[in-house]
Every structure is written in C-alpha cells, then in structure tokens.
C-alpha cells in the first residue's frame, strides 16, 4: 500500500501536509440471533483490513462430513484472512483471501470431508484503506454500501439470490403443515448444496480457495469529488433492514448508523422481526447480525446527513 501524496506549503510557519487522504475510523457490532447462544457471524479489524464473516447455518437434520461448526469455520478464516493480509500486505483482496482458505483447510486437521457439500462455509465482505484509494471484496450475500462523493450504492453478490430462488418458491408453495414440506425442503437445500462453489451457481469461502477469484471486487479513491466518505459492511440479517424490511434505503442505513451507531441498526431489525415476521425472505424468523461502519469524513466537519 503506497503511502498518500503529500505536498508541503513554504514560509515562516511549519511545514505541513496538504490534501492528506482521510484516515478511517472504525465502528462495529454484532449480536446472535435472539434466542440463540452462538454467533456464527464475525466482524474483525486488522490495522487497514476491516470485515465481516458469515458462517452458513446448518439446517437440522443436515449432515455436514465435519467436525466443526459454522463459528468454528468463521473465528478460523477471520484469523487467517489477518494473518495473510499481515505476510503479504501489497497482495489483492482475492488472493488474501484464497490463502486464508487454503489455511483454514490446513486447520481442520484431516479430520473431515472436504469435498462434502455441507462443509463448514461463509460469505465475505472485505475493505482495506490503502493511501490515496480504498479495495473492496463482497463474496455471497453480506453486502458493502458506498458513500462516494454523497452517491450511495450498495455492492452485492446476487449468485446466491439467483441459486436459492426455487428453494424459496419452492417452500413457500407448500401449505403450512404439509408432510410434503420438510421432504420438499430438504430437496431444495441438497439442490442448492450442490451448486456451491459451481459455475452457473454461487461462490462462498469454504474448503475450495478458487472461490475467492470469483467474488466481486473493486477499488474506491479517497481523494477529489468521487472520494469515498462512508461505508457499511453488512452480513445479511443486517441488510434485511433494506433488503426485506424496507425500513429504509441504503441512504438511510448509513445515516442511522453514522448518527447512532452500529448496533442501533441491529436493534431497528429486531424490532422489525418481532413486527412484521411475514416479511422475510430467510427460512429463519430471525438471523445473527454484524456491522462494521468505516468513516472517511474529515474529523473537523460533521457528516452529511
């Protein structure tokens, strides 16, 4: 990561920078799904790299041909996505990430079956302030918004969406109570399991470290009028305030969290969870939720609301 262009004024006072790219400043939570002891989300900061973890949640009945579960699979790549990012600081996001993989498939000890297509798995967010510019990762559904020059816009990986629209059809066609609907369910998660890490279907991080050459990536400047002022990094029982919810747009998400913090965003899903349950997309009534709010704005002006 070079260091930011600086440019000295002259004359009797002291030298100083001009133009210095914004430093981030970082805020973060997350919390398991009421009801639930084990989180099997991650937010994580090392030094420039800021992100957030997603572990899969097996549904019951559902074996997995390993030893270890969703936040074992999670704390494992986090410390490993830091670990790579500390050896090889100048490497890109996707090869970071594709070692920290292959590292975590080192850490299961040969005790498992990796090629199996319920093993232990994640999305990912990634951003990491460099200089003059900011790099960005998104692989499966946790989504990153962007504050570019007051535009706001959310990267998504969509393959996900796109791979499970029939389970979903396919659940929701089933009347309630219905012996069919747990054999109907269990078809379309084992029809989803085997288009994970597959063309035509969707990347996740899990065993294979090829899939993170297959996640969505781009880079954001820090300086002149397309310069990057805030970003959220969210794990989807977080986005669904958006996404399913439609408490607010992105816009809106950025604001509530730049003005009362990250986990004021978890406590509005949680209240719409208990409001409106018939509004979610998810199998699940509710979801672990993670964000992680990084601001760029310069420290001698508020931020824009």
């Not at 704390?75 to 975590?104: D, E, K, N, Q, W």
């Not at 790099?135 to 559904?141: F, R």
């Not at 994970?196 to 065993?207: I, K, Q, S």
């Not at 979610?280 to 760029?296: E, G, I, M, N």
Request: with cysteine.
């Amino acid at each position: 990561m070079g260091a930011p262009d600086r440019r000295y004024a002259t004359g009797s006072r002291p030298a100083r920078p001009v133009a210095e790219a914004p430093t981030m400043r970082v805020g973060s939570a997350s919390a398991a799904a009421p009801g639930r002891l084990e989180n099997e989300d991650v937010v994580f900061r090392f030094g420039p790299l800021v992100g957030v973890l997603d572990g899969a949640t097996v549904p019951d009945g559902f074996d997995t041909g390993c030893v270890h579960g969703p936040s074992w699979y999670v704390r494992h790549l986090a410390a490993r996505l830091g670990l790579a990012a500390a050896a090889r600081p100048a490497a890109t996001l996707m090869s970071s990430l594709a070692a920290a993989i292959l590292a975590v498939r080192a850490d299961h000890g040969g005790e498992c079956d990796l090629d199996h297509p319920g093993t232990p798995a994640s999305t990912v967010c990634l951003l990491r302030e460099g200089g003059d510019q900011v790099d960005y990762l998104v692989l499966c559904d946790s989504p990153l918004v962007l504050d570019t020059g007051g535009e706001v816009r959310a990267v998504t990986d969509d393959r996900l969406d796109a791979a499970t629209a029939e389970l979903r059809r396919t659940v929701a066609s089933v009347p309630a109570g219905s012996t069919d609907r747990v054999a109907r369910f269990r078809a379309a998660v084992t029809a989803q399991r085997q288009r994970m890490n597959r063309t035509h279907g969707y990347w996740v991080a899990a065993a294979d470290p090829d899939a993170a050459y297959h996640a969505v990536t781009g880079t954001v400047p820090l300086r002149g009028p397309g310069a990057l002022r805030r970003a959220a990094l969210l794990t989807d029982g977080a986005s669904c305030a958006v996404e399913q919810f439609g408490l607010f747009g992105w816009a809106g998400l950025l604001d509530l969290v730049a003005a009362d913090g990250p986990a004021a965003l978890i406590d509005r899903v949680r209240a719409a969870e208990r409001e409106h349950p018939d509004r979610l997309r998810r199998h699940k009534r509710t979801d672990d939720a993670s964000v992680v709010f990084c601001d760029f704005t310069p420290t001698d002006r508020p931020t824009a609301r």
